[in-house]
Structures are given as C-alpha cells and as structure tokens.
T-cell receptor, first 109, second 113 residues
C-alpha cells in the first residue's frame, strides 16, 4: 500500500521551463523529505520539511509542506538538463520512511 | 558522502539458492535500513535495525532475513531466492532516527533466473 501518491508519474519539459511535482497523502507525517535519484545510483536527500506551511528554497528548487502536514510540492524554476532524474518524496514516522513511487523528470536541452 | 558501501554491486543467481547482500558503514550510525526498488513502486522497506542485534520487519519482509552483529555491518539474506526478488536493493543509514533523514548506498542489482 502506497501511503504517498506522487503526480505526475512522468514529466518531460524543455530547458528553461518551470515544473511542479506533487506528493499527497491521507496520513499526517512528522516530516517529509525529497530525494533525487539518478540512474544506477542511490537516492540523494535534497531537503527535509517539518513544520506545516513551511517553504524551503534550494537555488532554483522550492519545497512546500502543506499546512496539515499531509502533502508537499516541489517546484523547479527554469529547469536545466542537470535537473533530470527521479524525484521521490518520503514521509517520516515511527523511525521509518514511506516513499512515494516517484516522478521521472526529463529536461530536454 | 555517508560512507556506505554495498557488496556485491551486481549479482545473478538461480532460483532456490540463498543470497546474502552486505551493507557496510564507516560512521557508526545506529539506524540502518534495507529497501528494494522496483518500477512503479518507489522504495519499499524490507527490514531495518535500530542497534546491534535489534531488527524489525518492514512492509515487504517475507522471504528475507537480516542480521546485525556489528554496528557497521547490516546483512540481508534471501533464504531461497525467487524470480520475484529480482530487484535493486538499497541500504540506508539514518544519522539520528528522529530526523528520518536517510542516506543511501549505491545499490545492488540482483537478478534471479
């Protein structure tokens, strides 16, 4: 059972465009993380959000945690080919993480 | 770099054989995890450990066992490999369990024929 639903599953955009990935759940999480994974490698942690309504920025990436701590979004401004990868959200609770199925982002040059 | 290595990185084995995957960390973290990753499923937790000899099951633990006799090593054993266990296996550590932030190894690609 997937507690976290990510949308869209696939996203292909042109370099310079903006994109948003969504992560939704019916459960409340103590914290929510976003990871990026490139082919043949393990996921790499991008950010952790813990407070409802929290917004964090990492260069061109903006992460939001919903007020009720059940959902999150990742927005990339002016996407570059280096942003290509699998983006995973994960919700924390009871010393474990539950992962969404991921969004595959392709940025075309 | 969280100092996590996995071995082997690639393995092909036959149905019915036992297989052991090793995760090694160099930073003495208490929490260690084994996941499998399959298309369309994201990462699913198999087993985790919260200390030496302290382990618990995840959501997809059937057919897998784990052992942790030293802080730095967490072993995953497929008791009798099946084709449904063909997957990419990732080990992860958490520097502090409460934060839930996890750092992943490079993965082991296992093929069961």
């Amino acid at each position: 059972t997937q507690l976290l639903e990510q949308s869209p599953q696939f996203l292909s955009i042109q370099e310079g465009e903006n994109l948003t990935v969504y992560c939704n759940s019916s459960s409340v999480f103590s914290s929510l993380q976003w990871y990026r994974q490139e082919p043949g490698e393990g996921p790499v942690l991008l950010v952790t959000v813990v407070t409802g309504g929290e917004v964090k920025k990492l260069k061109r990436l903006t992460f939001q945690f919903g007020d009720a701590r059940k959902d999150s979004s990742l927005h990339i401004t002016a996407a570059q080919p280096g942003d290509t990868g699998l983006y995973l959200c994960a919700g924390g609770g009871d010393y474990k993480l539950s992962f969404g199925a991921g969004t595959t982002v392709t940025v075309r040059a | 770099d969280a100092g996590i290595t996995q071995s082997p990185r690639h393995k092909v084995t036959e149905t019915g054989t036992p297989v052991t995957l090793r995760c090694h960390q160099t930073e003495n973290h208490r929490y260690m995890y084994w996941y499998r990753q399959d298309p369309g499923h994201g990462l699913r937790l198999i087993h985790y450990s919260y200390g030496v000899k302290d382990t618990d099951k995840g959501e997809v633990s059937d057919g897998y066992s784990v052992s942790r006799s030293k802080t730095e090593d967490f072993l995953l054993t497929l008791e009798s490999a099946t084709s449904s266990q063909t997957s990419v296996y990732f080990c992860a550590i958490s520097r502090t369990g409460n934060s839930y932030e996890q750092y992943f190894g490079p993965g082991t690609r296992l093929t069961v024929t």
